[in-house]
């Protein structure tokens, strides 16, 4: 158990559809980032929350939100679902701004989009 | 951000040392190097991090030359667990950047 928790574990939704995916960051982590991982793009940083406040963007989509809570877990909202958005979704989280100390990731979520 | 090259894939047997070589030759001052190891359907895990010489901890040993411009991950003794992804990693050591991973390198121990 690296800490950082991710649920669900799975999702399975149709397309058009929107979902939820959250992340609780390891303890005393206040950087929560965001990453998709497909088979042929490999693993896409989408974004980072710092303490409530967005802190980088990567390549999310507009269709894409995220938002990081008083209590430091993180919520990554995807609407107007397409084929393509299925992929591992990945939380990862740091005790400091960036990535100097190293990321902890979670376990992730399989979105799978039909 | 500093760009990095490591071999797409690398084969090994069980009980061989396993030497990943990533190169980097746009590295920054303030840059460090960062390895991580990712088993399928898994989040990538934190293996080892450096700045210059050589870093050693429980799992692996990251060896970079004086100029910076090129690391090496070593795997003693590598098993059939180790098979999996290793990414190298350059980021700015003030600690305001984010990770980028690349495609990494696919390691396959055989027995």
């Known amino acids: 158990d690296s800490g950082v928790t991710q649920t669900p574990k799975h999702l399975i939704t149709a397309t058009g559809q929107r979902v939820t995916l959250r992340c609780s960051p390891r303890?005393?982590?206040?950087?929560v980032y965001w990453y998709q991982q497909s088979l042929d793009q490999g693993l896409q940083f989408l974004i980072q929350?710092?303490?409530?406040?967005?802190?980088a963007k990567g390549n999310i989509l507009e269709r894409f939100s995220a938002q990081q809570f008083p209590d430091l877990h993180s919520e990554l909202n995807l609407s107007s679902l397409e084929l393509g958005d299925s992929a591992l979704y990945f939380c990862?989280?740091?005790?400091?701004?960036?990535?100097?100390?190293?990321?902890?990731f979670g376990s992730g979520t399989r979105l799978t989009v039909v | 951000l500093a760009k990095t090259t490591q071999p797409i894939s690398m084969d090994s047997y069980e009980g061989q040392e396993v030497n990943i070589t990533c190169s980097h030759n746009?590295?920054?001052?303030?840059?460090?190097i960062t390895w991580y190891q990712q088993f399928p359907s898994q989040g990538p895990r934190f293996i080892i991090q450096?700045?210059?010489t050589k870093v050693t901890n429980e799992v692996a040993s990251l060896f970079i030359p004086a100029d910076r411009k090129s690391s090496t991950l070593s795997l003693p003794r590598v098993s059939l667990s180790d098979t999996a992804v290793y990414y190298c990693?350059?980021?700015?050591?003030?600690?305001?950047?984010?990770?980028?991973f690349g495609k990494g390198t696919m390691l396959l121990v055989s027995p």
């Open positions: 303890s005393g982590d206040l950087s």
């Open positions: 450096g700045y210059k």
């Open positions: 746009n590295i920054a001052t303030n840059d460090y």
């Open positions: 929350y710092y303490n409530g406040e967005e802190r």
């Open positions: 990693l350059v980021g700015d050591g003030s600690g305001y950047s984010t990770l980028t």
């Open positions: 990862a989280s740091s005790g400091s701004q960036g990535g100097f100390f190293g990321y902890t």
